[in-house]
Each structure stands twice: as C-alpha cells, then as structure tokens.
C-alpha cells in the first residue's frame, strides 16, 4: 500500500511569488490536513479537507488555501510569498470518519528567499 | 483557544533509563492524543496514542497515561536504546476524527551510550 506523497520535495521561491504544494493521500483516505513546521513555532495546523470540502481551519491569513479533488488528492496553495512562509509543509491522510491514525508525507521544504 | 504545552524542550538520559515526557492541554473537549516521533529529516510517525476513555496504554517499551480532570498526559519510555534519539511531539484532537492536530512543540531526546 503506498503511503501519502507529497511533491515536489524542495522548492526555492522569491518573495511576492506563490506556490502550489501537492499531497496524494493513501487510497481510501479521504481527509487531509496541511500542517506548517518552522523551528520556531512547531507543528501548526493549516487546513483539513474531506470530500472535497474545507472542514477545519487554523489560524493562517488568507494567502494561505488549499483544495481537494474527487480522487481526494489536497493542492495547497500560498500566494505573495513572505520570507516567514519558509518552512517544511506537511500532509498527513486519515480516513476522516471516526478517530484513526493520521499518516503523514515526506513534506515540502520552501525556501523563500 | 486550543493549545498543548509540552516539557522538558529537550532530554537526555543514559542508554537503559527511562524518559518521561509531560504534556498539559486547555480544550476541554479533546478526547484522542497522538505521541508522534520525528528522527532528523523524516516524517513524523506515530508511535502511540490514547483516547479519553482510557487512562493508561502501553506497547511494549513506551506507555503513555492520561488524567483527564487535570488535562495532563504523559509519555514513558523504559531501557532506552539509541534508536530511540529524535524528536517526540504530544498532540491533542477534540474532534470525532482525528483529522485536525495539535501539536506540542517538541521535545529532543537524546540517548548517552
């Protein structure tokens, strides 16, 4: 069974731009949730998407959004790139019914410089 | 609003001691908690987790314990090996699944030989 991947793994982005981050969830899972690692803050939760649908969110500004699609792979989406949006992006995809274990990708690691 | 406190930020402990990981929450309706590792570079895994309904757990060298009442929780692991080196983050969902984390910001074990 494959596990959750998310491309591309590095990313280098000037400030001002955007950027979309991909997460492909493992099959049968139709949640995934975004979350932000930074030395400084931890690991901080984004957004969730289930069936297509934003269900939970953060507290992240506006430029930060995401979607998900009918095969339940999640796009995340940063526009006008601040240098603090560097960081390593995670994903992580569960079942979304009940309380079951969330697996999470490799991450994506953005550099703004 | 939602928030996990974690202590100590950093541990280290002989080869074949035990280490114990504190944990405190504030949402009262969080009823599921993932202890998750993080060695350099790699995604974070689960390593066990407890429900709210349950107040110890063990697997094998690692048990986690809950107090519901005083919103603490708690991760043991006894005879450390030097595999067991990395990053452990307690988490906190309050929702029916456990598609929205959050997330302790870390503590760094480290296992002298």
């Known amino acids: 069974k494959a596990g959750v991947t998310q491309t591309p793994r590095y990313l280098i982005k000037t400030r001002g731009q955007q950027v979309t981050l991909s997460c492909s969830p493992i099959?049968?899972?139709?949640?995934v949730s975004w979350y932000q690692q930074t030395p400084g803050q931890g690991l901080q939760f984004l957004f969730e998407?289930?069936?297509?649908?934003?269900?939970n969110k953060g507290n992240f500004p506006g430029r930060f959004s995401g979607r998900q699609f009918s095969n339940s792979r999640s796009e995340m989406n940063v526009s006008t790139l601040e240098l603090g949006d560097s960081a390593l992006y995670l994903c992580?995809?569960?079942?979304?019914?009940?309380?079951?274990?969330?697996?999470f990708g490799q991450g994506t690691r953005l550099t703004v410089v | 609003g939602e928030n996990v406190e974690q202590h100590p930020s950093t541990l280290s402990v002989q080869e074949g001691d035990s280490a114990v990981i504190k944990c405190t929450y504030s949402?009262?309706?969080?009823?599921?908690f993932p202890w998750y590792k993080q060695e350099l570079g790699k995604r974070p895994q689960l390593i066990i987790d407890?429900?709210?309904?349950?107040g110890e757990k063990k697997d094998q060298r690692i048990a986690v314990t809950l107090n519901k009442t005083a919103k603490h929780f708690s991760l043991h692991i006894t005879e450390t090996q030097p595999e067991d080196s990395a990053v452990y983050f307690c988490?906190?969902?309050?929702?029916?699944?456990?598609?929205?984390?959050?997330f302790g910001s870390g503590t760094r074990l480290s296992i002298r030989p």
């Open positions: 407890i429900r709210s309904n349950v």
């Open positions: 988490a906190a969902s309050g929702y029916s699944s456990a598609s929205k984390i959050i």
């Open positions: 099959s049968g899972h139709r949640s």
């Open positions: 992580a995809s569960s079942l979304g019914t009940g309380i079951t274990e969330a697996f």
């Open positions: 998407y289930f069936s297509e649908t934003q269900r």
């Open positions: 949402d009262s309706a969080s009823n599921y």
